[in-house]
């Protein structure tokens, strides 16, 4: 065996999702709302002036990988710390290197710190100088929110990009490629694997690429060939790989399963609801988008007539985010009984579709003098400014004019008879409000 043998099987040794790694924007898979054409981080990258910045974003979308095609076209140094194992000395080495490099060969070093949430305030502390100076352009990756659960001060020095999750089609994309690659994929091996196979491990990694390259190995490895020495990849193989048994479950399901939840949310069959969740969950559906749904449905169903309802669903959704999958079932759930058993009204959502018809139609809508702003006016304009009501000199409300004259009639806002509704009744009716 020679040198080129023994370099050939420790790459052939490497996981699959490692070997796949892009090593150029043009092969980076994803995340196009922030490395587009154009876009300020690939003008910074393509022109080696990245300032320091962290990426945040769920496991398996590309943080590291983006980092490591930074450190592969920039001319700087480039120094890998992970902030699980890195202490204070090791900063402080990190930051030596830097000066010395800057100092005697004019180089910029980046720092690459992965799961950089995780480092404290004194070892935060011991890197601002270095960022602060310019010594170090720091790049931090980490799956929590960083202004949540890093130092504000080093926050504040970085640009914040937020990754996503990436689409199905992104992962599906990306196995077919590794199947393919003969380099770095599983071309040699004669794998192949079904439509419905590929479309499983995707849709069950929910946007986590490294898990549905790993699910697409260990299928490999595992399924024996067939009498033509050809590996075949069936939906069976892939539900082992991945560990989870795929419901029944096409794009037109999922639009009926979806639609069937928020119809019932509006229908307040609180059984219904949680079932159509569950089932869309459990068919690999990011639980995120059934929260967000729950949230639009708080306000555009139940609205005024419980205006907790949108508090609560809100909440869910924040908890999902912090807690994740699975423990955050457990308050999306409520929030969805909670939506379900609420008193309707879509009085808010009329009153909103009414407002915007307006706000494109008409044009002759200029403010009434008495509602602008005339701190710098002429004598003209501040005297029309006395001419402004005050409520609170009037007890809280009085009654005078704030549409402009084009639109003074329209009546937008009208209460349901459902719930808080009612209660709104009550309240204009003791202000006297004529409409």
């Known amino acids: 065996m020679d040198l080129f043998d023994f370099?050939?099987?420790?790459?052939?040794?490497?996981?699959?999702?490692?070997?796949?790694?892009?090593?150029?924007?043009?092969?980076?898979?994803?995340?196009?709302?922030?490395?587009?054409?154009?876009?300020?981080?690939?003008?910074?990258?393509?022109t080696d002036r990245l300032g320091s910045c962290i990426f945040w974003g769920p496991p398996g979308c590309g943080k590291?990988?983006?980092?490591?095609?930074?450190?592969?076209?920039?001319?700087?140094?480039?120094?890998?710390?992970?902030?699980?194992?890195?202490?204070?000395?090791?900063?402080?080495k990190a930051v030596e290197t830097a000066r010395e490099n800057l100092k005697l060969f004019g180089k910029r070093t980046y720092l690459l710190l992965d799961e950089c949430h995780r480092f404290n305030k004194t070892q935060s502390d011991s890197l601002l100088p270095a960022?602060?100076?310019?010594?170090?352009?720091?790049?931090?990756?980490?799956?929590?929110?960083?202004?949540?659960?890093?130092?504000?001060?080093?926050?504040?020095?970085?640009?914040?990009?937020?990754?996503k999750h990436l689409t199905n089609d992104d992962i599906i994309g990306a196995l077919r490629t590794a199947i393919k690659s003969r380099h770095k994929g599983l071309g040699k091996q004669g794998v192949t694997a079904t439509d419905e196979a590929i479309e499983h491990i995707a849709r069950m990694a929910a946007g986590d690429l490294r898990s549905a390259y790993n699910a697409l190995e260990l299928a490999a490895l595992t399924t024996t060939p067939d009498d033509e020495g050809k590996i075949v990849i069936t939906l069976a193989d892939a539900?082992?790989?991945?560990?989870?048994?795929?419901?029944?479950?096409?794009?037109d399901s999922y639009y009926d399963f979806l639609s069937a939840f928020c119809?019932?949310?509006?229908?307040?069959?609180?059984?219904?609801?949680?079932?159509?969740?569950?089932?869309?969950?459990?068919?690999?559906?990011?639980?995120?988008?059934?929260?967000r749904r729950l949230v639009v449905h708080s306000a555009e169903d139940v609205g005024m007539a419980d205006p907790r309802a949108l508090q609560i669903a809100t909440s869910a959704m924040y908890a999902l985010e912090k807690i994740g999958y699975p423990e955050a079932r457990i308050p999306l759930a409520e929030a969805i009984v909670y939506v379900c058993e609420a008193d309707k009204s879509n009085s808010v959502?009329?009153?909103?579709?009414?407002?915007?018809a307006d706000a494109r139609e008409v044009r002759d809508d200029n403010v009434p003098p008495y509602l602008k702003d005339n701190s710098y006016g002429s004598k003209e304009d501040k005297a029309n400014s006395a001419a402004y009501k005050y409520p609170h000199n009037y007890g809280g409300y009085v009654e005078q004019q704030y549409l402009p004259d084009s639109l003074k009639d329209r009546v937008y806002y009208v209460p349901g008879n459902n719930g808080y509704e009612n209660t709104v009744k009550e309240i204009r009716a003791k202000k006297g409000k004529k409409r």
């Open 7 to 46: 370099n050939n099987n420790e790459e052939t040794a490497k996981p699959l999702a490692e070997r796949m790694r892009a090593n150029s924007l043009d092969e980076f898979i994803g995340q196009k709302h922030i490395v587009a054409e154009g876009s300020l981080l690939r003008r910074a990258i393509a």
């Open 64 to 92: 590291t990988t983006l980092a490591n095609i930074i450190a592969l076209h920039t001319n700087g140094e480039f120094i890998k710390l992970n902030a699980v194992n890195a202490g204070v000395a090791d900063v402080k």
């Open 131 to 163: 960022i602060e100076q310019g010594t170090i352009i720091f790049i931090g990756s980490t799956t929590e929110n960083p202004y949540a659960a890093m130092t504000p001060a080093i926050v504040s020095r970085c640009r914040v990009f937020e990754f």
């Open 239 to 251: 539900e082992q790989s991945i560990q989870r048994k795929a419901l029944s479950y096409n794009e």
């Open 263 to 291: 119809k019932s949310l509006r229908g307040s069959d609180a059984n219904a609801a949680l079932y159509y969740a569950m089932r869309l969950i459990e068919g690999g559906c990011d639980p995120m988008l059934v929260a």
């Open 349 to 356: 959502v009329n009153a909103m579709y009414a407002a915007v």
